[in-house]
Structures are given as structure tokens and as C-alpha cells.
């Protein structure tokens, strides 16, 4: 459908702009499709501005224009008549005295069905931001269910409104169009592997959308062109050069990136246009697969090569079947750029995506194998995933709320030990497949095997992994499992059990705290009397009134004044601090604070085992612990109730986290050596940073594992012996 009005004008004037279109379109057909089918098609194109004729688009171009521009992209993708006649005839039932079974009756009940489909998707015009949004996507994917021709013409018929979108006069529809391109349209072809389509819908809509950066980008660009223009041919030239030494027959071929690309990559890297260097891109078209490796070899000992850049679509393709190796090197002329290797036979598929197996042959009488519908089928199975759940989503809203992020990001699947099949998202952990398979197996899992080997839990999954989640009665899950959970689902499980788990510990912390107050009144602690003053306290049990203590919302002088008001009179402000009263047995150990409980080291100093420590009740948090020397502590001598004695559990057995920061030469090897002294002191890294760095020293911050504060000591200690270290210090988190 056009996006754009339509008016009676005469088209006497302007009959040649719609012969013209045709032809091309028969010079594009005919370059891959025999005669066969011919004739259709020009019964179809006469059919058509038959009934069309008088209409014209709000840019003043004869309306069949559009249908047969649309056609003409589907024909660039080598599509089949039957596919070309609905692009012709997409719009006539809908603006037009046609009638599906009229195109039954001249065109066969195949085109008619795509008609229809292609149909009812234009009359789902977006008109407000999500329901109709999600009835549009809803009813797109059911259609999609049943022919994937009726998406690609529906993507082609997009491709062209967009292309002539600036012609619409209203700027609030023009944006509503472009959104709804970004957010259906442009993933739906890049899931199909549809790169042509991709790019253009995306950067259109970038165009309309954030007009203003896409202008930046573009000017920058522009002024890099004068440089770029002459080098991306001897850049072309020097790869060729180098290939052709090697016995390598290939085309060469160098692009400067779309807009909407850029901008994308720099909000991927949170850099600016200035920052970002590598804004070209090379294709290597190779006669086969042995020859994309070889060139990646011949690339890779010629350049520099830029590291975490490089990945495998060849050996492990996209869900949508492109293929290709890409990398990225310093290459000739000392420039950063990307380069992607490929057959002649990917490079299709990365053009024209599921264009590219969907080969009708007119002209063979044969018709479909089992095997081949079975393998248009499978190619096609994202389309019937989606169908599926529109089963169990009554809501469109809800529909498109579950598959919106499941839709534009590959999944994995993965299998229990039965055979159940488990779909996660890519970067899913085993957390998440546990807590896939029931919130009681992820809240009480402590191991996984994958593929019968024992892994971590954090292990991301990959396609294929059978997985079988080990559980115990009395496990429970750990605050840091939430960091590495993907799924909704896994992340607020794991948040209900810890935030009910912390409202346990706070209560405890709590009475613990109401009883010293007792103990320091010299008066018998009677829980039950509680009871009656809750309400007074706004708490509705014991458990919660004793949470308030801890979290420091209520005093635990102020209960027990409340509780016994004829010793209110004796305050305990009037009296020693309770600190100096209480017992010298300490009330915690401070190994509660692994366990993501009330019980927290301040990142302030982070204590370690051997450091002297104190504890400060702090609002919302319980209990925090800090060494005796920390500045913290001076906002608190005011406030004697909030300290507490605390201590280390005895016995070993656990770690803890320090931290250092360690001035290291420039030098090569001096990074390795800092690494190296750190592991055969027994210490585990867990985290580093780069801070400074200068002609002469690197600073960096190391978070270490370690036992105690003598065991952070001795590494200090050793560090310092090391020639390539300048300086190192233990530092606060």
C-alpha cells in the first residue's frame, strides 16, 4: 500500500513514466527468467494500470508507479512471476473496484492468496503507539505464516515508501511511518538475511527520525571523503595485490558505511563520531569456501589484526543463513578497517537473504520434493515459532511485549536430559535454563552439567547443549547471580528470594539489637509484650517491627521507652554508650556479609580478616562493617546506638575481595610479570583496570581474592620486588 494520499489527476501526461517502469522491469526479469511466465505478467501490468488509472501519489507520479517499483526491487532479488504479479496488483483490492476472486479468476488462486495476504497487512495502518502497533505486528506474522512471499512484498512495498516518504506533507505521519519501520519493518529484513532492505529501511528512518545526527555523521563523512576517495581504491588495489601473490583469485570491492551503521556502532562503543576510525569496509569475493580461510590467513600475516573483531559466520552461519568470515586489521596504508570474506554464493544470500533459497522454477514442470518443502520449511521455522505463540497470547499488546526482544536477537536452544527442548537468548547462562525449566530448580541449583562435563553456572549455553541443572533441598541462590542472568524470568526470581531472604536477616539483626538495649536497661527482655504495641510502631509482626530496628527506621530505645514508660525517665543517652556496656563477645561475624545478608564490608575501607572492624547499623542496608581507622566512622560518633561489636569467623576457608593499585613501567612483559606474581602468590584476580597511562608507567587497579590482610600484605610485599613495578598500595573499593 502507499503510505502517501491519493488524487484523481489525468495520467494522459504521464503515461510514459509508467511504460518506461515497466520496461525496466521486464530488462531486470529478463536477465534471470526464461519466457515462461511472460505473459502473465503483462496481462498483470495491463490489469493493473487498468485499475489504477486517474490515480496519482501525493507527489504527483501516476499511482502505478508504485506497484511496479515495487516489482522491479522484487526482480532485483530474482524473484518468481507469481511474486512479481502481486507486487503489481497489491493495491487494487484494496483502493481500487477489484475483487480477490476477479484476480482468481485471471490469475490463478495462488496470486490471489498473496494478494489478500499482502492485503490485509496494508489496511493495518499504525494510528496510535501499541496496540495497533502490536495488532499490525500480530496479523503480519500470521500472514508471514503462510507464505513468506506476502513478506516480501510487503518489505519491497515498505522499501519504496520510505524511499519517496519525503513527498508525505505531514511531518507527525512521516515519523509515525519511519517508527514503525525501525521497529518491525528493518528487523523483520534483517532476520531474513535481507541486507538490501535492511540497510535502506534503516537508514531512511534514521533520516526522518534523528535528522539532526544523521546530518553530523553525514558531514563528517564528507569531510573524511576527500581522504577516503583516494584511498579506498589503492586500499582495493594493495588487497588485490596481495591475494593474487598468493595464487588467490577474488573481487575486491570497498564501501564507506551507512549513517544509521555509524551511528549504531557509536552508541555501541560509546564514542563519538571523531573517535571512531574504522568507517570502511571491504568485500573479498573468493571462488569457495577453502579460499575465504586461505585470504583470512594471508590478511591476517599481512596486518596487524584488531582483536575481538574477528568472527566465524562460516562455520557457524546466521539463523538466517548469511555466511561470511569478518575481521578487522591495521591494513595498507596504516587504516583501520573491516573486511568480509566470502563465496560468490554467500554474497547472494547476504544480498537477497531468504530470496535466495525460495527458487520457484516456472519452467520446470517437476513440482516440490518432500525434502525440498521439508527444507523451505526449516528455513522458515522462526516464521512458525512466532505463529505459535500468537496461540497463547490473547492480548496483541502482550504478544508484542513477549517477542519483541525474542524476535530481533538470536536465541540458543538447548535440551534436558529427556529431550525437552529449552529456547533461552543469546548469552543466556545455565541460571537461566534452570530457572526455564522451574523457579524451584533455579532458587535451589548449585551446579550444572552440560554435555556431561561439570561446568559453572554462569557458563553461557550454546546452540545444542544438552544441560542438567544439579540441585540441593538447601541451596539457595546468590545476590551475584542476578550480574549474570539474561532471561526476565531468572533475574526476578532470583531478586524475590534475596530481598525475602534479607527481610529474614534484617529481622534477626533487629531483635538481636532490641535485646542488647534490654540487656542494657538491666530489664528481662518478654517478646510477647510486643505484640500489643505494633500498631504504635506501624508494623503488623514482631518480624517486620524488628526489620524497622535493623534497616534503622526505628531506635531500639525508642521501642523499649515505648514498651516500658516508667523507666523512659532513664534514658540511655544519660548513661555509658552502649558500645563501651556491651559484652566483649562480638553479636555478628562478619562471614553473614558473603551471603548477601544484612551483614555488609564497607567499600569505603573493605576490611580484611586481620583488620581491625566495627560495625554501623545504617538505614536500609543492616549492618555495615568498616576498619576502626575509617574516616566513615566520624559521621557516626554522635550516634554511640548505631555501632556494634563485630569480628571474623574463625577458621579458614573463605575469600574476600581486596584491592590494589599497582604503578607498573612501560614495558613489555611488565603486565604479564604483575599478573604472574599475583597468581603464585595464591591470590585470584578477579578485576583490572587501566586508570593512567603516560610516555613511562601504566596505573592500573586490580581487584585480588585473597584469605586475609596478611595474605594481601605479602603479595604487596613481593610486588614490590619486582623490577618492573614502580609502586603498589592496598586501596578501598
Not at 564514542?271 to 568507517?279: A, F, G
Request: proline share 3%.
Amino acid at each position: 500500500m502507499s503510505a502517501q494520499v491519493k488524487t484523481k489527476t489525468p495520467p494522459a501526461k504521464q503515461s510514459d513514466l509508467v511504460e518506461q517502469a515497466f520496461a525496466k522491469l521486464l530488462d531486470v526479469r529478463a536477465a534471470y527468467d526464461s519466457e515462461a511466465g511472460l505473459d502473465k505478467l503483462k496481462r498483470a501490468y495491463l490489469f493493473g494500470r487498468s485499475a489504477h488509472d486517474g490515480q496519482s501519489r501525493e507527489s504527483g507520479e501516476p499511482y502505478f508507479t508504485h506497484p511496479l517499483r515495487v516489482a522491479h526491487l522484487l526482480a532485483e532479488m530474482r524473484l518468481d512471476t507469481d511474486t512479481l504479479v502481486t507486487a503489481l496488483l497489491h493495491d487494487t483490492v484494496e483502493d481500487c473496484e477489484v475483487t480477490l476472486k476477479d484476480i482468481a479468476t485471471e490469475f490463478g488462486e495462488n496470486v490471489a492468496m498473496l494478494v489478500d495476504g499482502v492485503t490485509k497487512l496494508s489496511r493495518l495502518e499504525l494510528q496510535s503507539v501499541d496496540t495497533k502497533q502490536a495488532e499490525n505486528f500480530r496479523k503480519f506474522v500470521l500472514a508471514v505464516g503462510k507464505d513468506i512471499r506476502v513478506l516480501l512484498v510487503k518489505l519491497a512495498d515498505r522499501t519504496h515508501n520510505m524511499q519517496t516518504l519525503k513527498a508525505v506533507s505531514s511531518l507527525e505521519k512521516r515519523r509515525r511511518i519511519a517508527t514503525e519501520t525501525m521497529e518491525i519493518y528493518a528487523p523483520l529484513a534483517e532476520r531474513m538475511g535481507i541486507t538490501r532492505f535492511q540497510t535502506e529501511l534503516e537508514d531512511l528512518s534514521f533520516e526522518i527520525l534523528q535528522p539532526e545526527m544523521r546530518d553530523s555523521i553525514i558531514s563528517r563523512l564528507e569531510f573524511l571523503a576527500i581522504e577516503t576517495e583516494s584511498v579506498v581504491p589503492k586500499i582495493c588495489a594493495e588487497l588485490q595485490s596481495l591475494l593474487a601473490e598468493k595464487g588467490i583469485l577474488c573481487e575486491v570491492t570497498g564501501r564507506r558505511k551507512t549513517p544509521y551503521s555509524i551511528s549504531r556502532k557509536m552508541q555501541v562503543k560509546n564514542v563519538t563520531m571523531d573517535q571512531l576510525s574504522d568507517v570502511m569496509a571491504f568485500r573479498i569475493i573468493v571462488q569457495d569456501v577453502a579460499s575465504c580461510y586461505q585470504t583470512l590467513g594471508c590478511i591476517h600475516t599481512a596486518f596487524p589484526v584488531v582483536m575481538g573483531r574477528f568472527k566465524d559466520y562460516i562455520s557457524t552461519p546466521k539463523t538466517n543463513g548469511y555466511q561470511s568470515l569478518h575481521t578487522g586489521v591495521i591494513g595498507p596504508m596504516r587504516q583501520k578497517i573491516e573486511i568480509q570474506i566470502r563465496t560468490e554464493d554467500m554474497d547472494d544470500t547476504a544480498e537477497r537473504g531468504v530470496a535466495a533459497h525460495w527458487d520457484y522454477k516456472e519452467s520446470s514442470a517437476q513440482p516440490d520434493t518432500n525434502q525440498e518443502r521439508q527444507a523451505r520449511l526449516e528455513t522458515f521455522r522462526w516464521a512458525r515459532e512466532l505463529v505459535s505463540l500468537l496461540e497463547l497470547n490473547e492480548e496483541a499488546t502482550e504478544f508484542l511485549e513477549n517477542t519483541k526482544l525474542e524476535m530481533y536477537q538470536d536465541k540458543v536452544f538447548c535440551f534436558t536430559p529427556k529431550g525437552d527442548l529449552i529456547s533461552l537468548p543469546k548469552g543466556a547462562t545455565a541460571i537461566d535454563f534452570a530457572y526455564a525449566v522451574h523457579t524451584d530448580v533455579g532458587d535451589r541449583c548449585v551446579g550444572v552439567l552440560i554435555n556431561d562435563k561439570r561446568r559453572q553456572l554462569t557458563t553461557e549455553l550454546v546452540n545444542g547443549d544438552q544441560v542438567s541443572i544439579i540441585t540441593e533441598k538447601d541451596a539457595s541462590p546468590r545476590s551475584d547471580w542476578e550480574d549474570f542472568a539474561k532471561t526476565g524470568r531468572a533475574r526476578s526470581a532470583i531478586k524475590r528470594f534475596i530481598r525475602l531472604q534479607k527481610q529474614e536477616e534484617f529481622a534477626r539483626v533487629g531483635k538481636v539489637l532490641l535485646e542488647r538495649e534490654y540487656r542494657f536497661r538491666k530489664t528481662k527482655f518478654k517478646e510477647q509484650l510486643i505484640d500489643e504495641f505494633l500498631s504504635a510502631f506501624n508494623a503488623s509482626t514482631r518480624t517486620e517491627l524488628y526489620a524497622h530496628i535493623a534497616e534503622a527506621k526505628l531506635k531500639a530505645k525508642d521501642v523499649f521507652d515505648r514498651l516500658h514508660p516508667d523507666l523512659a525517665t532513664t534514658s540511655s543517652a544519660d548513661k555509658t554508650s552502649p558500645v563501651a556496656d556491651t559484652p566483649p563477645e562480638p553479636l555478628f561475624h562478619v562471614d553473614r556479609a558473603h551471603e548477601g545478608l544484612a551483614v555488609h564490608l564497607g567499600k569505603c575501607c573493605h576490611p580484611l580478616p586481620g583488620d581491625k572492624i566495627v560495625g554501623i547499623v545504617t538505614t536500609g542496608k543492616g549492618v555495615t562493617v568498616h576498619t576502626k581507622n575509617c574516616n566513615t566512622l566520624a559521621k557516626f560518633v554522635e550516634i554511640p546506638e548505631l555501632w556494634l561489636n563485630v569480628d571474623w569467623p574463625r577458621g579458614a576457608g573463605r575469600r574476600y575481595a581486596g584491592r590494589i593499585q599497582a604503578v607498573v613501567v612501560n614495558e613489555p612483559g611488565a603486565l604479564a610479570a604483575l599478573c604472574t606474581v599475583i597468581g603464585q602468590q595464591a591470590g585470584n584476580i578477579t578485576h583490572i583496570q587501566l586508570t593512567e597511562r603516560d610516555m613511562n608507567f601504566f596505573t592500573f587497579i586490580l581487584d585480588i581474592d585473597v584469605k586475609n590482610l596478611e595474605h594481601i600484605h605479602s603479595i604487596i610485599a613481593v610486588l614490590r620486588s619486582n623490577k618492573y613495578i614502580e609502586s603498589v598500595e592496598r586501596r578501598g573499593l
